[in-house]
């Protein structure tokens, strides 16, 4: 069994930070692509940034770029998510991803985290 389990979540005023964390655990041998997506209430999941295991960044778009890091470390199976400049507009569930996880056993998973809710608001 391998969970993502994602921390960091909480409320923030808008221009403040927040850095969220999502750990891996249970028996992997391998993590490709980690990822983060956000969910807004009645809407489709989105793609926030993503990062390989070679460390290449994909980020979803101009609004977050900038002001959102992705970073990894690959020894803790580990991906993070600083988010700099919150805006009302972050205000989500945020949800960490991996749609391709080796397992020892040598099957290939997608998992996804349970979800951090992230709240920006005076």
């Known amino acids: 069994q391998v969970q993502l389990v994602e921390s960091g979540g909480g409320l923030v005023q808008p221009g403040g930070s927040l850095r969220l964390s999502c750990a891996a655990s249970?028996?992997?041998?391998?993590?490709?692509?980690m990822g983060w997506y956000r969910q807004y209430p009645g809407k489709a999941r989105e793609l926030v940034a993503r990062i390989t295991s070679g460390g290449s960044t994909n980020y979803a778009d101009s609004v977050v770029t900038g002001r959102f890091t992705i970073s990894r470390d690959n020894a803790k199976n580990t991906t993070y998510l600083q988010m700099n400049s919150l805006k009302p507009e972050d205000t989500a569930v945020y949800y960490c991803?991996?749609?391709?996880?080796?397992?020892?056993?040598?099957?290939?998973?997608?998992?996804w985290g349970q979800g951090t809710l992230v709240t920006v608001s005076s």
């Open positions: 991803y991996a749609p391709t996880v080796v397992t020892t056993q040598n099957k290939y998973l997608a998992v």
């Open positions: 249970g028996a992997t041998l391998n993590i490709y692509t």
